[in-house]
């Protein structure tokens, strides 16, 4: 079945840009939307965002003006980059499989599988 | 944003008892030229990622013990387990996906009494 493997820094400065990356291994990146998660320490979870392999993307937002999340289907992978970081960014990031649907127009995700995830703390 | 308010924060309950969690979004995540609730319920136990459960309010997701049932139209929302098992301590969310940016609840801790 489908596995999702996040990878990159776990520490990142203040100020800085934070870039992780999700390996899919067990089956193809296409056909299907693609999103970042996060989980604050202790906290709920917030979504970051999509895209699709043809590269259309989604942002929430909130964080629309700090976010890329980009796709390489050569190597069955894809991105997310956060700029600008604060401590306020510091939390364990997830990528999962959308399982979408469209309402009015857009498309729209819940989630399944998820990767491990990975906790990116921001400090100097 | 939609707001989803999950309730009670905490529940603790006996094993093998039915354990009843709520969740109440802001706006009605049903959509009349569909009829589904565009709701889905997830686990998460510590150190692991969620889990999906449930999917269009009530759909069960392959694998997903018979145990586990999702109830609830329009803004409110019930995630059942009729008889706690051990492995069911976890945290549960909701989650709307009737409108762009997709949101969660804030979780509900579900503990042994």
């Known amino acids: 079945q489908v596995q999702l493997q996040e990878s990159g820094p776990g520490l990142v400065k203040p100020s800085e840009t934070l870039s992780l990356t999700c390996t899919v291994s067990?089956?193809?990146?296409?056909?299907?939307?693609w999103s970042w998660i996060r989980q604050p320490p202790g906290k709920g979870l917030e979504w970051i965002g999509y895209?699709?392999?043809?590269?259309?993307?989604n942002y929430n937002p909130s964080l629309k003006s700090r976010v890329t999340i980009s796709v390489d289907t050569s190597k069955n992978q894809f991105s997310l980059k956060l700029t600008s970081v604060t401590a306020a960014d510091t939390a364990v990031y997830y990528c999962?499989?959308?399982?979408?649907?469209?309402?009015?127009?857009?498309?729209?995700?819940?989630?399944?599988?998820w990767g491990q995830g990975t906790l990116v703390t921001v400090s100097s | 944003d939609i707001v989803m308010t999950q309730s009670p924060d905490s529940l603790a309950v006996s094993l093998g008892e039915r354990a009843t969690l709520n969740c109440k979004s802001s706006?009605?995540?049903?959509?009349?030229?569909?009829?589904?609730?565009?709701l889905a319920w997830y686990q998460q136990k510590p150190g692991q990622p969620p889990k999906l459960l449930i999917y269009?309010?009530?759909a069960r997701e392959s694998g997903v013990p018979d145990r586990f049932s999702g109830s609830g139209s329009g803004t409110d929302f019930t995630l059942t387990i009729s008889s706690l098992q051990a492995e069911d301590v976890a945290i549960y969310y909701c989650?709307?996906?009737?409108?762009?940016?997709?949101?969660f609840g804030q979780g509900t801790k579900l503990e042994i009494k």
């Open positions: 706006q009605s995540v049903l959509y009349s030229s569909t009829n589904n609730n565009y």
């Open positions: 999962a499989r959308g399982r979408m649907t469209m309402v009015r127009g857009v498309m729209v995700n819940w989630f399944d599988p």
């Open positions: 067990g089956g193809s990146i296409t056909s299907y939307y």
């Open positions: 269009w309010a009530s």
């Open positions: 895209i699709y392999y043809s590269g259309s993307a």
């Open positions: 989650q709307q996906y009737y409108s762009t940016p997709q949101t």
